[in-house]
Nanobody, 118 residues
Framework: VQLQASGGGLVQAGGSLTLSCGAS????????RGWFRQAPGKERERVAA????????YYVDSVKGRFTISRDNAKNTVYLQMNSLKPEDTAIYYC????????????WGQGTLVTVSS
């Protein structure tokens, strides 16, 4: 399985970005999907997750109300809509297929850099 993340870039504070993560090699529709991020000098953290049905979500407190995770199982793709971005959202964002909503990643995608300028 290969996960390919895209959609990162440079945006001003208050702006929006949508990240996408497609999968190839085999279907990952039976896995939960998650987005993680790692800022310089910090540990990687899970920011959002969605179960395989697309009915249960998890968001870290710092992004609640601003980020929305969604998935299209027919396209084997998960999205992260990020609104009202803040400079502290600057990080490399990684997608993953996880065992359970907040379980361990089974597959990782490569990172995509999100930079939010003040």
């Amino acid at each position: 399985v290969q996960l390919q993340a895209s959609g990162g870039g440079l945006v001003q504070a208050g702006g929006s970005l949508t990240l996408s993560c497609g999968a190839s090699g085999r279907t990952v529709s039976s896995y939960a999907r998650g987005w993680f991020r790692q800022a310089p000098g910090k540990e990687r953290e899970r920011v959002a997750a969605l179960d395989w049905r697309g009915s249960t979500t998890y968001y870290v407190d710092s992004v609640k109300g601003r980020f929305t995770i969604s998935r299209d199982n027919a396209k084997n793709t998960v999205y992260l809509q990020m609104n009202s971005l803040k400079p502290e959202d600057t990080a490399i964002y990684y997608c993953a297929a996880t065992v359970g909503l907040v379980g361990p990643p089974r597959y990782w995608g490569q990172g995509t850099l999100v930079t939010v300028s003040s």
